[in-house]
């Protein structure tokens, strides 16, 4: 049982590239999140979806995208990468809104 | 605005005795609140909850308390061993969002 698989686990972005977090759960939970933590502060909601095809906006969307085509993935697109998107970002699922099961997490530098 | 607040960014604990981790909260409406444990690298994991209904839940060593009215939790584990040393972090939800704190890094000293 995977659980919540994120991609990649490191990754450099120079200032202004772009790229995708990828994740996915084999969970069948219908709650999906993304969250960032940066040093020295709490976990904070960039999106969440409850289901597939509906999204919403958490606590720090602006410089993301999220998209949720099918139940089992949730990826989380970097438009134009900027220092202040360095970060640990962390996936999360769960099948009510509690009790959430999270990914290992993906190191993000933005140089 | 930080509405779930862990003061405490760090806490050591002999092995055997009862780790105490505390956590505050601004917002009246939340209604349900977990810790997570995490180790270095890996992802948080659920390792408790508890609803505003309750005032206690408990789950082998570890329990929870809260304190509506001072909008306060606490984490009880008793008795602490070696394997709890991680970052603690509480969460506290009135909807479909959580506002996490930012975490009680534990040290259980053998």
């Known amino acids: 049982n995977a659980g919540v698989t994120q991609t990649p686990k490191f990754r450099i972005l120079k200032i202004g590239q772009s790229m995708t977090l990828q994740c996915t759960q084999d969970?069948?939970?219908?709650?999906m999140y993304w969250y960032r933590q940066d040093p020295g502060m709490g976990l904070k909601l960039i999106y969440y979806?409850?289901?597939?095809?509906?999204?919403d906006k958490g606590e720090v969307p602006n410089g993301y995208n999220v998209s949720r085509s099918t139940t089992e993935d949730f990826p989380l697109r970097l438009e134009l990468a900027a220092p202040s998107q360095t970060s640990v970002y962390f996936c999360?699922?769960?099948?009510?809104?509690?009790?959430?099961?999270f990914g290992s997490g993906t190191r993000l530098t933005v140089v | 605005d930080q509405q779930v607040k862990q003061n405490s960014p760090s806490l050591s604990v002999q092995e055997g005795r009862i780790s105490i981790l505390n956590c505050d909260y601004t917002?009246?409406?939340?209604?349900?609140f977990l810790w997570y444990k995490k180790y270095p690298a890996e992802g948080p994991t659920f390792l408790i909850s508890?609803?505003?209904?309750?005032d206690k839940n408990e789950d082998g060593r570890f329990t929870v308390f809260l304190n509506k009215s001072a909008k306060h939790l606490s984490l009880h584990i008793v008795p602490s061993q070696p394997g709890d040393s991680a970052v603690y972090f509480c969460?506290?939800?009135?909807?479909?969002?959580?506002?996490f704190g930012t975490g009680t890094s534990l040290t259980v000293i053998p």
């Open positions: 999360a699922s769960s099948l009510e809104p509690y009790g959430y099961t």
């Open positions: 969970m069948n939970h219908n709650y």
């Open positions: 979806s409850v289901g597939a095809g509906i999204t």
């Open positions: 917002n009246s409406m939340f209604d349900y």
């Open positions: 508890i609803s505003s209904i309750k």
């Open positions: 969460a506290a939800s009135g909807g479909n969002q959580f506002y």
